[in-house]
């Protein structure tokens, strides 16, 4: 089994800043991108930004400026820093994490996390 956990959500008022995590484990598991995902009540799940094994990122027009994507390959672990937040965002933040081939680097699934709730009041 693969698993991918996040953490960090929490409530905090519109202009702050949030610092979410997602730790990817399992046995001999070999990862290519990942990215961040949010999904508001009523709304289909988009994507928030992404970032390639080499660290190349994109991102949501929506969050340009003021999130920013990061990982740590070693550690298995993705990032997403919430800056100047907006209650737009408000949303359920899940993590993907894309599971490849250890030996001929093929797609084989995403994984996804339980999801955290980040909330942003005015």
């Known amino acids: 089994q693969v698993h991918v956990v996040e953490s960090g959500g929490g409530s905090v008022q519109a202009g702050g800043s949030l610092r979410l995590s997602c730790a990817a484990s399992?046995?001999?598991?070999?990862?290519?991108?990942m990215g961040w995902y949010r999904q508001a009540p009523g709304k289909e799940r988009e994507l928030v930004a992404d970032?390639?094994?080499?660290?190349?990122?994109n991102y949501a027009d929506s969050v340009k400026g003021r999130f920013t994507i990061s990982r740590d390959n070693a550690k298995k672990t993705l990032y997403l820093q919430m800056n100047n937040v907006k209650p737009e965002d408000t949303a359920v933040y899940y993590c993907?994490?894309?599971?490849?081939?250890?030996?001929?680097?093929?797609?084989?699934?995403?994984?996804w996390g339980q999801g955290t709730q980040v909330t942003v009041s005015s």
């Open positions: 993907k994490a894309d599971i490849r081939g250890c030996y001929n680097d093929r797609y084989i699934l995403g994984s």
């Open positions: 399992g046995d001999l598991i070999c990862i290519s991108a």
């Open positions: 970032i390639s094994s080499g660290g190349s990122t």
